[in-house]
């Protein structure tokens, strides 16, 4: 199995600009999950799916955030406008039975710098 | 506050040595406890997983788990060089099982 894919792996854009993050996860997996990792605030979990049903956005930082999963292979996290501080590595994460705490497989991140 | 709390290190102990991590945590609802491992420039990765209080060895690893003083821990014995990786612990509520909430991770380094 490939395993959790994300792309881009590296994203540096400007402040203000659109920025979508993309996210695969593992088949047969029904939980996805989208955290923000930081120094100051370390893994942060900002909003999770179950069967392609977002089921908790409660941490997703400000309206500037916006999550999709559109079928069962593909989720976006985009943010508009970019800020200097949204400037993380973003994980996607998936695990194959919602409603436990099964295992949660991470994909590889991508390192977003906002400058 | 933060609802879990764990020193971010640095940590550097020499190859052979027991190595003991720690959290602790406020929310009395939390019933599952695990802790993660992240090599550098890497997602975490699962390392062992405990349901409410008690122990769980696997290998050179144990985990422990004490509800009543809000405290858990992950032993790591004849620590070797590829150990070294940051560690995360993480713990969620029955009530919401998928929401983990994570400490602030770790950094260990073995040294050879």
């Known amino acids: 199995d490939a395993g959790v894919i994300q792309s881009p792996r590296h994203e540096v854009t400007e402040m203000g600009q659109e920025v979508t993050l993309r996210c695969k996860p593992i088949s047969g997996h029904n939980s996805l999950f989208w955290y923000r990792q930081t120094m100051m605030r370390g893994l942060e979990l900002l909003i999770y799916f179950n069967n392609n049903v977002p089921i908790d956005d409660s941490g997703m930082p400000e309206d500037r955030f916006s999550a999709k999963m559109p079928n069962a292979s593909f989720s976006t996290l985009k943010i508009q406008p970019s800020e200097p501080r949204d400037s993380a590595v973003y994980f996607c994460?998936?695990?194959?039975?919602?409603?436990?705490?099964?295992?949660?497989?991470f994909g590889p991140g991508t390192r977003l710098t906002v400058l | 506050q933060k609802e879990v709390e764990q020193d971010p290190g640095p940590l550097s102990v020499p190859e052979g040595a027991i190595v003991s991590l720690n959290c602790t945590y406020s929310n009395s609802a939390f019933q599952y406890f695990m802790w993660y491992r992240q090599y550098s420039r890497k997602g975490p990765e699962l390392l062992m997983y405990t349901y409410s209080s008690g122990n769980k060895e696997d290998g050179r690893f144990t985990a422990q788990v004490d509800k009543s003083s809000k405290y858990i821990s992950l032993f790591i014995r004849d620590s070797q060089p590829s150990d070294s990786a940051t560690y995360l612990c993480?713990?969620?509520?029955?009530?919401?099982?998928?929401?983990?909430?994570f400490g602030q991770g770790t950094r260990l380094t073995i040294n050879p």
């Open positions: 993480a713990m969620s509520a029955v009530g919401g099982a998928q929401k983990l909430v």
């Open positions: 994460a998936s695990s194959s039975r919602s409603g436990s705490p099964n295992e949660q497989f």
